[in-house]
T-cell receptor, first 113, second 112 residues
């Protein structure tokens, strides 16, 4: 069956540009999460959406980062005025409901030149 | 703030040997996950541990959870090369109810 789909799989951009990353969760999954994984490290929580509730944005590292989700479907993570320290793999996960096992996409590898 | 620590961070072992990876965490939690990640790939769910004393086994891997000690272990029995990967534990905080806090990962290399 279809899993979590992320696009693009790779993105290379110049410092200062804005980037938009997309996540399509598993159909029917109400919860959606974004994480960041720097090279050789574990995952850092960024943001969590649950249905129509207000998102938990407590993991966003700066106001350059924002995310939206349309209902219980697609989500986009936007990074404005990218910096070199933003280079990482950005992983999206979805779960049927909060506190249920999370299923991860393949990630977007972001490189800032 | 929840802290999750894994050790060792790097593990090189011979095929056929046994070893244990440890995951310690700093606050109350009733839910812990183990994931596997191959190079350049996403995370694959291995185990979900939901209560104190929970033990789950799949093939050569066995995971356990002691919520009182705030400790989970991933035991590898008679390792084979195919188990080479990075293993992460992740803790679901009861209070946050949503985010997972990950350990740094244990990079396992099984040598023929």
């Amino acid at each position: 069956g279809a899993g979590v789909s992320q696009s693009p799989s790779n993105k290379v951009t110049e410092k200062g540009k804005d980037v938009e990353l997309r996540c399509d969760p598993i159909s029917g999954h109400t919860a959606l999460y974004w994480y960041r994984q720097r090279l050789g490290q574990g995952l850092e929580f960024l943001i969590y959406f649950q249905g129509n509730s207000a998102p938990d944005k407590s993991g966003l590292p700066s106001d350059r980062f924002s995310a939206e989700r349309t209902g219980e479907s697609v989500s986009t993570l936007t990074i404005q005025r990218t910096q070199q320290e933003d280079s990482a793999v950005y992983l999206c996960a979805s779960s049927l409901y909060r506190r249920q096992p999370q299923h991860f996409g393949d990630g977007t590898r972001l490189s800032i030149l | 703030e929840l802290k999750v620590e894994q050790n060792p961070l790097f593990l090189s072992m011979q095929e056929g040997k046994n070893y244990t990876i440890y995951c310690n965490y700093s606050t109350t939690s009733d839910r812990l996950y183990w994931y596997r990640q191959d190079p350049g790939k996403s995370l694959e769910s291995l185990f979900v541990l939901l209560s104190n004393g929970a033990v789950k086994q799949e093939g050569r891997l066995m995971a356990s959870l002691d919520t009182k000690a705030r400790l989970s272990t991933l035991h590898i029995t008679a390792a084979v090369h195919d188990l080479s990967a990075t293993y992460f534990c992740a803790v679901d905080e009861e209070t946050s109810g949503s985010r997972l806090t990950f350990g740094e990962g244990t990079q396992l290399t099984v040598n023929p």
